[in-house]
Antibody, heavy 116, light 107 residues
């Protein structure tokens, strides 16, 4: 069965960086893209960007493009999302999801808390 | 950026009744709309894609429709486990965008 398993919760100070991983299983990793979505407490999901697993092409949200990076490792079927220069506004649950259009499988989420 | 507007923040409905959720896109997105259900402490769950194609395992009491700028999710014979927040999402153009969500409460 398709599974997306994310790394554990993170607590960061303002100005730091965070990297979240997402290990995929149960499907052909290079056949689908991976999208990253975040959701602040009580808010709607927010699209952050996506990456094609087969060639690493990325497309980022304009509001984040200066401080976000995404990558994939096809040898381990793992996706990565790094967000730099964190502020309290980045406190949210971060999800990896399969596909670049609609999102049929979601990771369990990684809570990132930014606080001094 | 396309805005997805869900007309109701909260709908309070009795068990067994039918509830209609609406979502409007700020410009035409064809049928490139998905609906998700999110329960507290859980990741969103895909209900529909292509505006009306039911995802695997979604009960038939859920139905989706619409095209262009107007989209609807109907839940018939509402059950207690349908209490959740429902989001529409357009994937026609970049950046992908979500509606702000409609919370369905069971009376």
């Amino acid at each position: 069965q398709v599974q997306l398993v994310q790394s554990g919760a993170e607590m960061k100070e303002p100005g730091a960086s965070v990297r979240v991983s997402c290990r995929a299983s149960g499907y052909s990793f290079t056949k689908f893209g991976m999208t990253w979505v975040r959701q602040a407490p009580g808010q709607a999901p927010e699209w952050m960007g996506w990456i094609t697993a087969y060639n690493g092409h990325t497309d980022y949200a304009q509001s984040l493009q200066d401080r976000i990076s995404m990558a994939t490792d096809t040898s381990t079927n793992t996706g990565y999302m790094e967000l730099r220069s964190l502020t309290s506004d980045d406190t949210a649950m971060y999800y990896c999801v399969r596909r670049g259009d609609y999102y049929d499988y979601w990771g369990q989420g990684t809570l990132v808390t930014v606080s001094s | 950026e396309i805005m997805m507007t869900q007309s109701a923040a909260t709908l309070s409905v009795s068990p067994g009744e039918t509830v209609t959720l609406s979502c409007r896109a700020s410009q035409s997105v064809g049928t490139d709309v998905a609906w998700y259900q999110q329960k507290p402490g859980q990741a969103p769950r895909l209900l529909f894609y292509g505006a009306s194609t039911r995802a695997t395992g979604v009960p038939v009491r859920f139905s989706g429709s619409g095209s262009g700028t107007e989209f609807t999710l109907i839940i018939s014979s509402l059950q207690s486990e349908d209490s959740a927040v429902y989001y529409c999402h357009q994937y026609d153009v970049w950046p992908r965008t979500f509606g702000q969500g409609t919370k369905v409460e069971i009376k």
